[in-house]
């Protein structure tokens, strides 16, 4: 590509990369200053001190930690309800069965993330379809919002489709006469799970998987409106950072730490992904 | 190897939605006998194999193995081991991790399993490979290791879904003959599908031709081959002559108002009548200073290889194909005068006009 029509070509591209790598650079560069109380105006002298500040801070790491463990319970519920899902959809016999299926779950992309927050209230809240048939069935009620339930609820809503969608793809490409085979040669059905389709599927799950935790790191909107402000989040905690107390350095750095874990988790989840697929190829 | 068993089918019907894709089928293949089911795509020889295997279950009908109904036994409890048109070798398992598996899954101690799984990769002559992924075989190399996996846990059963159809022409060639070879020597009762009327004949000792998921004629692979009994078995299995012939008054058949002796007739049929004749099987001569028979000209002359294929002109816009196997390298030219012998015991008679 010495030739200048490949440059102009690619001249969109570069544009939007340094656009995005200003951003970035503004970000590491506010994260560097120091707020003035009250004001959302910020100085130097560039310093580390908002990043030794939040290393010591419990409020930053019960958020890290909220935002690993709400992550890894949303993607431990999609792996158990989203594998027989996906599994149902790439062996389903006829075409009519495996469209209904996609519709629904291509459907919840088509409403916004606001709309399904609201959907969400509306089904949990104190108030809610599921409190009023309790109470209807004289039954105490439960606390579905405000809480980790909805926010796992909420989020799984979000993520279940990407996870399902995911594996479906990478089970289609399984072909099902290798089960028949397994099948023929004396397994049975649980056997044949076990020792062919298990195996075989672990490369789609790990990536799976791996998208999953990735989107779930990441939700601002459903631990905000689902958690009602007692469910803090990395993204959450920096919005809060951002609005109530106008200390945006400091949110900028929380920003980069958050960065820096996804990109070492990333890292780690990425390596363990490789090493599956290689044992299974 | 193992115990092999008879099979016997009888009124095997299956019906996916509209479609009645096996239709009434009643077989039986005797211990030690392989049976091929001949047909096109979608003539039901898949669903029967696949009923067999257990991997469909039919509406109506009965198999037994050995006596003993399969049908309520769930196909990993049939003892049936089948090789698979892709061979569907289990590409996370080397080539031994394969070929071990139905042992594995049988509990066989782990000694016994290794001795026998080398002792199938030997049979299979392959045994240099055991450590192999199936990613890394060739096709025929894959072929025999799904043969191994499938003889090593010495079914009552084997069935063969299009078993040389993935391999190219030699190759294809050098697995028949040893694959017959296998059968005879571990006299194994074999089912196996086809579309390929060549694979039927050499595989077999008896042939099922089916259409529309009904058997159209069942015999002997010389018997489908000299005598098909109808058009469509005449045509699958790649007759090349299918003559339009008539009656004669003393019921002798008749070929371009030529009398063919010793070819009779049905009795009580229309007079619409139509022979049914190898090329390979059709003699001819040059035609003499006064002919009588069959008389013709070439018209058209093609290199076989160990055949010369001749068209030769019969009155009438009549073309009979005629393979006369080479002696000396003398081809006859196109415009020669020759003389056909049709012998009655390799012509077919069916009724009605092709």
Known sequence: MRRPTGLLLAFPAILVVILLAAVFASVVSVSLLQADPGGAVFHGPASLRNYTRLLGSADAWRSVSNTLRLSGIVTLICLVCGFPLARLLARASSARTRRMILFCLMATFFSGGVTRAYAWLIILGNRGLINQSLQALGLPSVALINNETGVVTAMLNFVLPFFVLTLFSALRTIPDTLESAARNLGASRARTFLHVTLPLSLPGVAASCFLCFALSLGAFLFPEMLGGGRVQVLATAIYDRIQTTYDVPSAAALAMLFLLLILCLLAVLGAARQVVTRRAT | ?354
């Not at chain 2, 096996?22 to 001949?38: K, N």
Request: charged share 20%.
């Open chain 2, 1 to 354: 190897m193992g115990a092999s068993c008879p099979l016997e089918i009888e009124g095997l019907s299956k019906r996916y939605g509209q479609h009645q894709a096996v239709d009434g089928v009643a077989l039986s293949v005797a211990e030690g006998e392989t049976l091929a089911l001949l047909g096109p795509s979608g003539c039901g020889k898949t669903t029967v194999l696949q009923s067999i295997a257990g991997f469909v279950t039919p509406d109506a009908g009965d198999i037994r193995l050995g006596g003993e109904s399969l049908l309520p036994i769930p196909p990993e409890g049939r003892g049936t081991a089948m090789l698979f048109q892709h061979y569907a070798l289990f590409p996370h398992m080397s080539v031994g991790g394969n070929v071990g598996f139905g042992l594995r899954m049988a509990r066989v101690p782990k000694a016994e399993a290794r001795r026998r799984v080398e002792e199938a990769l030997r049979l299979v002559r392959i045994e240099a490979l055991a450590s192999r992924r199936p990613a890394q075989l060739s096709g025929g190399q894959r072929q025999r290791v799904a043969l191994a996996r499938a003889l090593v846990i010495e079914p009552r059963l084997l069935l063969l879904d299009e078993p040389l159809g993935a391999l190219d022409q030699n190759l294809r060639e050098e697995m028949q003959t040893e694959l017959r070879k296998l059968q005879r020597r571990l006299g194994l009762t074999t089912v196996m599908v086809t579309h390929d009327q060549h694979e039927a004949i050499v595989l077999s000792d008896k042939i099922a031709v089916m259409r529309n998921g009904r058997i159209e004629q069942a015999g002997t692979p010389l018997e489908i081959h000299d005598h098909p009994g109808s058009h469509y078995v005449a045509t699958f299995t790649g007759v090349e002559n299918l003559l339009p012939a008539t009656r004669s008054s003393t019921d002798i058949v008749e070929i371009a108002g030529t009398p063919i002796a010793g070819l009779h007739a049905p009795q009580g049929t229309t007079d619409a009548l139509t022979v049914a004749i190898r090329a390979s099987a059709v003699g001819m001569r040059a035609a003499g200073a006064k002919p009588s028979g069959l008389l013709g000209t070439i018209v058209f002359t093609q290199v076989l290889g160990a055949a010369i294929r001749y068209e030769v002109a019969l009155p009438g816009a009549l073309l009979v194909r005629v393979d006369e196997a080479r002696r000396g390298t003398a081809i006859w030219e196109p415009g020669t005068a020759v003389v056909l012998d049709l012998p009655a015991d390799r012509c077919t008679v069916l009724t009605g006009n092709a």
